[in-house]
T-cell receptor
Framework: DTGVSQDPRHKITKRGQNVTFRCDPISEHNRLYWYRQTLGQGPEFLTYFQNEAQLEKSRLLSDRFSAERPKGSFSTLEIQRTEQGDSAMYLC???????????????FGPGTRLTVL | GNSVTQMEGPVTLSEEAFLTINCTYTATGYPSLFWYVQYPGEGLQLLLKATKADDKGSNKGFEATYRKETTSFHLEKGSVQVSDSAVYFCALRGSNTGKLIFGQGTTLQVKP
């Protein structure tokens, strides 16, 4: 399977703990996105990378959230000092874009469901 | 800022009925518009897209036309099937960014 993969699929943690999620994009894709989805809502943009550069970050993203894509392949999303309000599905997507051209289709992974107790 | 508004669900239809799910947007510049679908237990999948005004996206019998004058991108299907039961999301991508902005989603349930 060459789709977007995410690990873990489920994470239960206690308030105040740190958690880290991993996303492996489709191999030839140079853009990688993180979104958050709460129950009954559409996905909400968090941040995205082109290769290893973080191009945009949502103003809604608190300082407790950090994302990296050190080698331009997989990415990690870390949440420090988790709060109950962080409980959500965290989605990763990837796409391929060339030069100044338009972004191609974003392919989504299955998501990591976070529950903060 | 850019935003997307979808009609609230759930929408319940009988098989072979006509489907319309309304989507309107607010955006500066010339956004691209998308419909994504999430089947039960599965991830988000692109259903169709349109990148400029008057474009019609189509896939699997679904259609949507990019209407700049009414800032709308309504999803339609002439005859729904039970297998179309899913959550449908309208989304836009601004002209100078890669991020998608989604509506809140509309649940469709098709009964036999």
């Amino acid at each position: 399977d060459t789709g977007v993969s995410q690990d873990p699929r489920h994470k239960i943690t206690k308030r105040g703990q740190n958690v880290t999620f991993r996303c492996d994009p489709i191999s030839e894709h140079n853009r990688l996105y993180w979104y958050r989805q709460t129950l009954g809502q559409g996905p909400e943009f968090l941040t995205y990378f082109q290769n290893e550069a973080q191009l945009e970050k949502s103003r809604l993203l608190s300082d407790r959230f950090s994302a990296e894509r050190p080698k331009g392949s997989f990415s990690t999303l870390e949440i420090q000092r988790t709060e109950q309000g962080d409980s959500a599905m965290y989605l990763c997507a990837s796409s391929k874009v060339g030069g100044q051209g338009p972004d191609n289709e974003q392919f989504f992974g299955p998501g990591t469901r976070l529950t903060v107790l | 800022g850019n935003s997307v508004t979808q009609m609230e669900g759930p929408v319940t239809l009988s098989e072979e009925a006509f489907l319309t799910i309304n989507c309107t947007y607010t955006a500066t510049g010339y956004p691209s518009l998308f419909w994504y679908v999430q089947y039960p237990g599965e991830g988000l999948q692109l259903l169709l897209k349109a990148t400029k005004a008057d474009d019609k996206g189509s896939n699997k019998g679904f259609e949507a036309t990019y209407r700049k004058e009414t800032t709308s991108f309504h999803l339609e299907k002439g005859s729904v099937q039970v297998s179309d039961s899913a959550v449908y999301f309208c989304a836009l991508r601004g002209s100078n960014t890669g991020k998608l902005i989604f509506g809140q989603g509309t649940t469709l349930q098709v009964k036999p």
